[in-house]
């Protein structure tokens, strides 16, 4: 009985560590880079997302609306983190593929 006590511990451990792992996020210093006026393009290309193992995924447009007088406004997500705080989501608001807006 003992042994399965410590073998279902061990298991919910390895599976815990295993989800951490997979949080994967840009680190906030990638921010030090961005500014207003930039094209969605550039941003799209800087946060294109990592491949392979322990990438962090890539800026996605969230939403995206045409105004009265047609302009286009989107709203892109990326994960960031520090590394010590937990990761949390910015977003990027684009008027006509261009910056205006950015933060928490």
Same mark, same amino acid.
Request: overall charge neutral; proline content about 2%.
């Given at each position: ?18 989800c ?8 906030? /210093? ?16 800087? =946060?294109?997302g +990592?491949? %392979? ?20 406004? /989107? ?16 977003? =990027?608001?684009? +008027?006509? %593929? ?7």
């Open positions: 009985m003992r042994s399965t006590y410590k073998l279902v511990i061990v298991l919910f451990l390895s599976v815990l560590i295993g951490e792992s997979t949080q994967h996020y840009y680190s906030k /210093e990638n921010l030090n880079h961005v500014e207003i006026g930039q094209s969605k393009a550039d941003l799209m290309t800087a =946060f294109a +990592e491949r %392979g193992e322990g990438g962090a995924p890539g800026m996605r447009i969230t939403d995206a609306r045409r105004s009265l007088d047609g302009r286009l406004h /989107e709203v892109g997500e990326v994960m960031l983190s520090d590394g010590v705080s937990r990761p949390v989501v910015y977003r =990027f608001v684009f +008027e006509d %593929g261009i910056l205006v807006q950015w933060g928490r």
